[in-house]
């Protein structure tokens, strides 16, 4: 008997909708599963996700030569994806960074076609009013055009509709099993539908579908959002080693419109220390609560302290949620001989989401692994011990 689909990709987030897209567009019969937005996340039960949002950095530049091949072969697409579907989702503002690895970021954005260089603490506060202290320990650099912000929700809306103009199905319910058949696997949604193969872009929620343990932490953070008065055009912002001792790592999307009619910017980061999630129901609580209120008051001082000349006439936060790994690239490979992974891209996923896609579909198709650049081995799915 032949199953419904060659392919089923669960998750409809900004892996999974590239990797529908890729595959319907190369002829393959496939259908794209999972849950919209929830309506309101204090009552619901997930699942959750992080692309419900108006904005994430895209950047070339990269200390990891991986993620800037990753990221450039996906930036490159965004005009023919914006182009052929009608929607925009990028914003060109630029990026300002502080890091410790500033001249290999700079050096792997230029080699692969972007415009970086190294810029001084007094050029960044003269310029974009960002106030970097004399003690941080690493240099400054800036990365023009096409660095800037995608939004995460129109940019899976484009993705989705060029999959459906290609052929591709959408169900749009949560997969709540996936089961092995001999000729094929059974996914239970709002309906049950059949495949040869299953992609998982599941996010957070790994490859707990199957039963495989992949060994990824869920980093639970807490977004602030704040609303700032009229001032000069401010771009994206990355500090590798904040100041405050509450946080290792943070990072902001300048003012952008969100649903509720309100620009803000959106900074975030790591907490110290980390929290995460050890299960689903982990997940749930912590988008059901709201987040950190330690955090939240951590980003806040954060915003203060870099923008000092900024007028914030608003604050409001929001739970979020990361899948990191040991290395932290992607997991994306096959965890049996039917299901393949693309999990685990350790915050750094959205603007390379075109490309990760697009190496999982690979794998789903008659083509298999055949990068040039890119080893397999690199994004090799490993579990816990």
């Known amino acids: 008997m032949s199953n419904d689909y060659q392919v089923a990709v669960i998750g409809r987030g900004m892996i999974g909708a590239a990797a529908a897209r890729h595959l319907a567009e190369a002829g393959v019969h496939v259908v794209l599963i999972g849950a919209g937005e929830p309506a309101d996340y204090a009552t619901s039960t997930g699942p959750f996700a992080s ?30 994806i914006a182009a052929r579907s009608g929607i925009e989702f990028h914003d060109a503002r630029g990026l300002a960074q502080a890091s410790t690895d500033t ?6 954005a230029i080699a692969r076609g972007g415009k970086a260089r190294q ?17 941080h320990p690493g240099a400054t650099f800036y990365e023009e055009a096409p660095a800037g912000v995608i939004n995460p929700r129109q940019m899976v809306a484009a993705q989705i509709l060029l999959a ?17 058949r001999r000729d094929g696997l059974t996914i239970e949604c709002s309906s049950a539908v059949t495949a040869d193969q299953v992609i998982l872009a599941t996010g957070a929620y790994g490859g707990s579908l199957v039963g495989a343990d992949l060994a990824i932490q869920r980093r639970l953070r807490t977004i602030v959002l704040a609303e700032l008065g009229p001032g000069r055009e401010i771009p ?17 999307v300048p003012p952008v419109l969100f649903p509720n009619g309100r620009t803000m910017l959106k900074i975030g980061g790591n907490s110290l220390p980390l929290i995460t999630a050890e299960s689903d ?24 302290s870099l923008l000092p000349d900024a007028s914030i006439t608003s604050w409001d936060h929001k739970p979020c949620v990361v899948t990191n790994t040991e290395a932290e690239l992607p997991f994306i490979g096959f965890v049996d001989d039917r299901v393949i992974v693309a999990v685990g891209a350790s915050g750094a996923g959205a603007k390379s989401s075109d490309e990760l896609g697009r190496l999982a579909a690979t794998l789903a198709s008659s083509i298999g692994w055949n990068d040039p650049t890119l080893d397999s081995e690199l994004f090799r799915p490993r579990f816990r011990t």
């Not at 994206?236 to 790592?249: M, Q, V």
């Open 119 to 135: 810029v001084d603490p007094t050029w960044l506060r003269e310029t974009t009013g960002i106030a970097i202290s004399d003690n």
């Open 236 to 252: 994206c912002f990355i500090d590798d080693a904040p100041e405050h001792p509450d946080l290792d790592g943070i990072y902001w």
């Open 51 to 80: 692309h419900y949002d108006q904005g994430r950095i895209t950047r070339i530049s990269s200390a990891s030569p991986v993620w800037a091949e990753l990221a450039a072969r996906s930036i490159e697409r965004y005009p023919d």
């Open 164 to 180: 459906v103009r290609a052929g591709a199905q959408t169900i749009e319910s949560p997969a709540i099993a996936v089961r092995s």
């Open 281 to 304: 129901a982990d997940i749930a609580a912590w988008f059901q609560g709201g987040g950190s209120e330690a955090e939240t008051i951590a980003l806040k001082e954060t915003v203060r």
């Open 103 to 108: 001249h290999a970021s700079i050096d792997n």
